[in-house]
T-cell receptor, first 108, second 117 residues
Framework: QKEVEQDPGPLSVPEGAIVSLNCTYS??????FMWYRQYSRKGPELLMY????GNKEDGRFTAQVDKSSKYISLFIRDSQPSDSATYLC????????FGAGTRLTVKP | NAGVMQNPRHLVRRRGQEARLRCSPM?????VYWYRQLPEEGLKFMVY????????ESGMPKERFSAEFPKEGPSILRIQQVVRGDSAAYFC???????????????FGPGTRLLVL
């Protein structure tokens, strides 16, 4: 079993839809949880990070962590074509563990 | 403030040759991380370095791979006697302090895509 599981998709939604991206993990020692966005042929860029269970909102993005279920989510409201990218979850104790990434396409 | 720089962006090598990948961290950052990304897979941690020191190389293959971050100049990831399985995108990230933490996180470069023929 991988430490971090993420459905690779691909996921295709119409513009304006609410997108839900998820990861599960097996190691309860993970402390920090992050979401990265990676455009094609580019390096990952940090979108959001959280430390504890609960929700964190930043504009159209909401990150959710449920440590009891070992489950994290990223919600994108009012999705735009410019949101089309691969979204990677990451979590860490001493070094970072990444999910495989979910490829998202938002169609105009 | 320039971001993390990596060069070359694309590198083609024949089996048995050496590959040298360079990473210049963001200005003021003294911590460098190298990751490998295979198609349809997430980033895999390889090595974490500070200036002149390897802090954690637990993710790096024991043979053929080495990394350094000298006092002056970029960090270098070196792959000797490359094999086809080394073909991947190699990303470098830097941070000003030990990451992870809520304030100091890792900033990624654009990556070097290595193709071994």
């Amino acid at each position: 079993q991988k430490e971090v599981e993420q459905d690779p998709g691909p996921l295709s939604v119409p513009e304006g839809a609410i997108v839900s991206l998820n990861c599960t993990y097996s190691n309860s020692a993970f402390q920090y949880f992050m979401w990265y966005r990676q455009y094609s042929r580019k390096g990952p860029e940090l979108l959001m990070y959280t430390y504890s269970s609960g929700n964190k909102e930043d504009g159209r993005f909401t990150a959710q962590v449920d440590k009891s279920s070992k489950y994290i989510s990223l919600f994108i409201r009012d999705s735009q074509p410019s949101d089309s990218a691969t979204y990677l979850c990451a979590m860490t104790i001493n070094d970072m563990r990444f999910g495989a990434g979910t490829r998202l396409t938002v169609k105009p | 403030n320039a971001g993390v720089m990596q060069n070359p962006r694309h590198l083609v090598r024949r089996r048995g040759q050496e590959a040298r990948l360079r990473c210049s961290p963001m200005k003021g950052h003294s911590h460098v991380y190298w990751y490998r990304q295979l198609p349809e897979e997430g980033l895999k941690f390889m090595v974490y370095l500070q200036k002149e020191n390897i802090i954690d190389e637990s993710g790096m293959p024991k043979e053929r791979f080495s990394a350094e971050f000298p006092k002056e100049g970029p960090s270098i990831l070196r792959i000797q006697q490359v094999v086809r399985g080394d073909s991947a995108a190699y990303f470098c990230a830097s941070s000003p302090f030990w990451a992870p933490g809520p304030k100091e996180t890792q900033y990624f470069g654009p990556g070097t895509r290595l193709l071994v023929l």
